[in-house]
């Protein structure tokens, strides 16, 4: 799988937790809800019926429009040896962003992590995220005029489903 | 005892880059230990970054972070010397905090 920057169509999740019933246990569990990053993870989930989410729907959840962009980059290992630490890097070389997001395709929750920017703070942010498998890692900026993103594909050879 | 939060900042081209360093399990839920239970969930649920008391970062973080969560961010309109404090909350109900003087 290259690491090529993806702009554009929808894809299917690539890969379920390697821990085979991960996902659905976490589901049924109820923690999908409880783990959620927050009350706006929680607002956007509410739109999105679990399971299967589609990534372009949380997206759009998050704020619409969400257009794919060239001018948010995101910067991780094309190839991962564990699951369990990776790092991120999103970047969006836009004015007055107001959040930054991380999202994946491959783990039970679809938002990693978000980050609310103040004024003076730079469109960018670091941190190390779980991969449960190969697939996309997505990072996205919000502005007043909506969300733009970015997703790059990734290789996982040791899930790091926890 | 080591400091649960660690931050480091470096002055460079007119900004400041800060990482913060926040030891902490950030246990999902799903993993299983050597007897095959289920180990809790503890993670990190938000974090704040204030210089000056001004709020500048607020993060929502969870169960897809790494343990020991690392940030960087850049902050571009920070004095040298400006005090920044980090602020964490977890599924426990535990906080945590800790300043340091800004490059």
Same mark, same amino acid.
């Given at each position: 799988m290259n690491g090529g920057q993806r702009y554009g169509a929808p894809r299917a999740p690539a890969s379920t937790c390697r821990d085979g019933v991960g996902r659905r246990r976490f589901v049924q569990s109820g923690l999908w809800l409880a783990a959620s990053t927050g009350s706006l993870a929680?607002?956007?989930? @509410?739109?999105?019926?679990?399971? !299967?989410? $589609?990534?372009?729907?949380?997206? /759009? %959840?998050?704020?619409s429009p969400a257009r794919a962009s060239d001018r948010v980059r995101v910067e991780l290992p094309e190839r991962v040896e564990d699951g369990a630490v990776v790092p991120v890097t999103v970047t969006?070389?836009?004015?007055?962003?107001?959040?930054?997001?991380?999202?994946?395709?491959?783990?039970?929750?679809?938002?990693?992590?978000?980050?609310?920017?103040?004024?003076?703070?730079?469109?960018?942010? @670091?941190?190390?995220?779980?991969? !449960?498998? $190969?697939?996309?890692?997505?990072? /996205? %900026?919000?502005r007043s005029d909506g969300l733009y993103w970015a997703a790059v594909a990734t290789e996982v050879i040791a899930g790091g489903c926890s | 005892?080591?400091?649960?939060?660690?931050?480091?900042?470096?002055?460079?081209?007119?900004?400041?880059?800060?990482?913060?360093?926040?030891?902490?399990?950030?246990?999902?839920?799903?993993?299983?230990?050597?007897?095959?239970?289920?180990?809790?969930?503890?993670?990190?649920?938000?974090?704040?970054?204030?210089?000056?008391?001004?709020?500048v970062l607020d993060a929502r973080l969870g169960i897809a972070v790494s343990r020991d969560p690392l940030l960087q961010f850049r902050l571009e309109d920070a004095p040298p010397g400006a005090v920044i404090r980090v602020h964490w909350r977890d599924s426990h109900g535990e906080q945590q905090e800790a300043e340091a003087t800004l490059a």
């Open positions: 929680q607002s956007v989930l @509410a739109r999105v019926a679990p399971p !299967a989410y $589609s990534v372009d729907d949380v997206l /759009a %959840a998050i704020t969006a070389d836009l004015e007055d962003v107001r959040a930054l997001y991380v999202l994946t395709d491959m783990n039970p929750m679809p938002i990693a992590a978000h980050f609310r920017l103040a004024a003076g703070v730079a469109p960018r942010i @670091a941190v190390r995220i779980k991969l !449960a498998g $190969s697939g996309y890692v997505y990072g /996205a %900026a919000q | 005892m080591t400091n649960p939060i660690r931050i480091r900042s470096r002055r460079r081209d007119g900004g400041v880059d800060v990482v913060v360093l926040m030891l902490h399990p950030m246990e999902s839920g799903l993993r299983t230990d050597a007897d095959g239970r289920l180990i809790p969930p503890h993670y990190i649920v938000d974090a704040t970054v204030r210089v000056n008391e001004r709020l």
